[in-house]
């Protein structure tokens, strides 16, 4: 009996080709709960290829910690699976809505507050099955580390935003879900909390979390009980009650910090150990000083010019108002611009598949 999965991918493909033939603008989509990052498309009437009946997952050896699933796969669906054997997705991606899917957080390369000591959502990849812009489908990668070689393909795919291709199946190493875990909590500014974060880090201790927000510093320990033990004597503090809720509230941007409709939020990438950068709103820090959210009125160009001077960038996250800002995410230099745009012509000759959504240029 033929594989329903494969009818669907030939399906997806023909629509594919059909569009490049007639060279009509293809938006994919699945759950649609992370259309707010990246661009806005050049072409919101762009026909909609939708992911969401390609489901399921194709395959899950817990004991080679590797799990394939289709793309359409919803994110609660794996997640759930993996908890059953008590493993996890290490780079704890962001949901933002309960209908949010695999090929969603893949294309739009997000993680969660795991990532400075997990490692990001491309880490994370092992290879993927696609659809490119002339209708082909194509595999990269494997199921092992080790079948990556030359051009990773498959990794280039994240944070791509459906931009080199139409992801179909994505194998993604995962690991064993922490033993015991705990958050300790600290009264602290915005500054003394950085440079703690810096300094604790060069510790051995199993941190794997790291928070600032409102005058309290948070840092979550996961690992054996022991370490664990030992990590909250040394670092003291007070221990936080319900902290799965606090992070996944984090996570998700529920806390309150980040659910006010205006002004807009921006997401600023920066060197970790990088001091508060003076400019005006209110920030929360993550990732133990990486990634600093801002709520700001300030102009566009004043935000990213203070972060580029610390040689981070700075990209609109949400909450936009009166019109939006453009572009959304931080202006690439011209020599990977030329990258991304060479990249482009030889995955999507034709510019059908998500136009826009990762740079107006293409």
């Known amino acids: 009996m033929a594989d329903p999965r494969d009818s669907r991918a030939d399906a997806l493909a023909a629509q594919v080709a059909e569009a490049r033939a007639s060279r009509r603008a293809l938006a994919i989509a699945g759950g649609n709960t992370?259309?707010?990052?990246?661009?806005?498309?050049?072409?919101?009437?762009?026909?909609?290829?939708?992911?969401?009946?390609?489901?399921?997952?194709?395959s899950y050896d817990c004991g080679e910690l590797v799990i394939t699933a289709r793309a359409g796969t919803p994110l609660a669906e794996i997640e759930a699976a993996l908890a059953a054997e008590g493993q996890c997705l290490a780079f704890e991606p962001p949901h933002y809505g309960a209908a949010a899917t695999l090929g969603g957080t893949i294309a739009a390369g997000v993680s969660g507050p795991s990532r400075p000591y997990a490692g990001a959502a491309r880490d994370?990849?092992?290879?993927?099955?696609?659809?490119?812009?002339?209708?082909?489908?194509?595999?990269?990668?494997?199921?092992?580390?080790?079948?990556?070689?030359?051009?990773?393909?498959?990794?280039?795919?994240?944070?791509?935003?459906?931009?080199?291709?139409?992801?179909?199946e994505v194998s993604l190493k995962v690991l064993p879900a922490p033993r015991f875990t705990r958050t300790q909590m600290f009264?602290?500014?915005?500054?003394?909390?950085?440079?703690?974060?810096?300094?604790?880090?060069?510790?051995?201790?199993?941190?794997?979390?790291?928070?600032w927000e409102n005058g309290a510093a948070y840092v979550r320990l996961s690992g054996a009980r022991s370490s664990v033990a030992a990590a909250m004597e040394a670092l003291g503090g007070e221990t936080l009650a319900?902290?799965?809720?606090?992070?996944?509230?984090?996570?998700?941007?529920?806390?309150?910090?980040?659910?006010?409709?205006?002004?807009?939020?921006?997401?600023?990438?920066?060197?970790?150990?990088?001091?508060?950068?003076?400019?005006?709103g209110e920030t929360a820090v993550d990732w133990g000083g990486a990634q600093r959210w801002l709520v700001s009125d300030a102009p566009a160009k004043t935000i990213r010019d203070a972060v580029a001077a610390h040689g981070g960038h700075a990209s609109v996250h949400g909450n936009i108002s009166g019109g939006g800002i453009t572009p959304r995410q931080h202006p690439m230099p011209a020599a990977l611009l030329r990258l991304q745009q060479r990249l482009k012509q030889s995955m999507d000759p034709a510019g059908i598949l998500n136009r826009g959504r990762l740079c107006s240029q293409f």
């Open 34 to 58: 992370k259309a707010f990052l990246g661009e806005a498309p050049a072409e919101p009437a762009a026909q909609r290829l939708d992911l969401r009946a390609h489901r399921g997952i194709v």
């Open 187 to 211: 009264e602290s500014d915005q500054a003394t909390a950085i440079e703690r974060f810096s300094a604790w880090g060069l510790r051995p201790w199993p941190i794997t979390a790291a928070y």
């Open 242 to 280: 319900d902290a799965d809720a606090f992070w996944a509230d984090a996570r998700e941007h529920r806390r309150t910090f980040f659910t006010r409709s205006d002004p807009p939020l921006w997401r600023l990438s920066v060197a970790p150990a990088t001091p508060p950068l003076d400019l005006d």
């Open 124 to 168: 994370f990849v092992l290879g993927a099955r696609i659809i490119n812009g002339r209708g082909e489908i194509l595999r990269f990668g494997g199921e092992v580390m080790k079948n990556v070689a030359g051009y990773d393909l498959s990794r280039l795919m994240v944070g791509a935003f459906g931009t080199l291709g139409v992801l179909l």
